[in-house]
């Protein structure tokens, strides 16, 4: 989805959790969520959004009129289905900007008082969560800027022969290719960067170090992670990483290597820099295949566990 404008409704606070919400003119956000409401805290479930047009579709099926905050929202929006966003969007304000944490959340029934009162509710579906990037006042309606996460992934192909002509680099290409479909299947946009260059310890680590100043979400070198005498990488992204999540490489090398020994020849490494993944596969192209099929299983999971989004 593109950028959209979003009107506010109704803001709307209670003092205690699972419980109907009511209306103010404006709120103060601060960087533990809505001043004075219940949900406010350091945690990932600051702020609740809900949209009126998901009211008006489940007022129809309550047969009755559904009140601003009686779902317990604390924004009700018109005018975007705030549910169809995801993790990592955000919305911005004139003062203020929310991030996306959750979609929808558990029901807790006929121990909840809304529940109670409406007989159902429709935040298990489509309510939202949020938490505060930037504190502030926001007003009755007033204007959001719905805008979705953009991931932005970094790729480095070790390569003399590459970086001099001599062959066509085959990986990079195809990582880039195989990571805008991952994405574009997981409904996020994608921007991919990539270069080429010899297996040079110094331009290895000048692209690491550019790449972590740039903030990119995934960095991925291809090549260089064997046991010959180029093979550089393993030692410098270990240098360069923060930490490092050797059980994916391990589980890849043990898959792969049980059908071909020689893949357990690979030093390729993982890890985290900053809030940057990194991961350093092998050469080949079958090797990209191989490696991404397994990395792209828990890549999602990662970026929430680096932002802190508790997704259990």
Not at 197 to 202: A, M, T, V
Not at 271 to 276: P, Q, R
Not at 305 to 311: F, P, R
Request: charged content about 25%; hydrophobic content about 35%.
């Amino acid at each position: 989805m593109t950028n959209s404008k979003i009107i506010i409704k109704s803001l709307n606070i209670s003092e205690k959790k699972g419980t109907i919400k009511t209306p103010r003119k404006e709120i103060t956000l601060t960087p533990l969520g809505i001043e004075g409401d219940a949900h406010a805290g350091k945690w990932h479930r600051q702020v609740s959004l809900l949209a009126e047009e998901s009211i008006v579709r489940f007022q129809a099926e309550l047969g009755r009129k559904i009140n601003f905050g009686e779902f317990a929202e604390n924004i009700t929006t018109f005018g975007f289905d705030v549910h169809k966003t995801k993790p990592f969007d955000r919305f911005l304000s004139a003062e203020t900007e929310m991030e996306v944490t959750q979609i929808g959340k558990e029901c807790h029934g006929t121990n909840c008082e809304i529940f109670q009162q409406t007989g159902n509710c429709v935040m298990p579906k489509e309510g939202i969560f949020c938490r505060v990037i930037k504190p502030g006042k926001l007003r009755e309606n007033e204007e959001l800027t719905y805008i979705p996460k953009v991931f932005r992934i970094k790729v480095i192909t070790l390569s003399d022969r590459a970086a001099a002509g001599i062959y066509a680099d085959k990986s990079g290409p195809l990582i880039e290719k195989l990571t805008k479909d991952w994405f574009k299947n997981q409904q996020y946009l994608c921007e991919t960067s990539r270069v080429v260059i010899p297996d040079e310890k110094e331009q290895l680590e000048k692209e690491l170090q550019q790449a972590a100043a740039q903030n990119f979400d995934v960095i991925y070198t291809t090549g260089s992670t064997g046991i010959g005498p180029r093979d550089i990488a393993p030692e410098i992204i270990k240098r360069f990483i923060d930490l490092e999540i050797p059980g994916i490489m391990d589980h890849i090398r043990l898959k792969y290597g049980a059908e071909k020994p020689s893949v357990l020849l690979s030093r390729s490494v993982a890890g985290v820099k900053n809030k940057s993944l990194v991961f350093a596969l092998p050469g080949s192209t079958k090797a990209v295949n191989e490696y991404l099929t397994e990395i792209h299983k828990i890549l999602m999971h990662s970026f929430l566990m680096l932002h802190e989004i508790d997704s259990h």
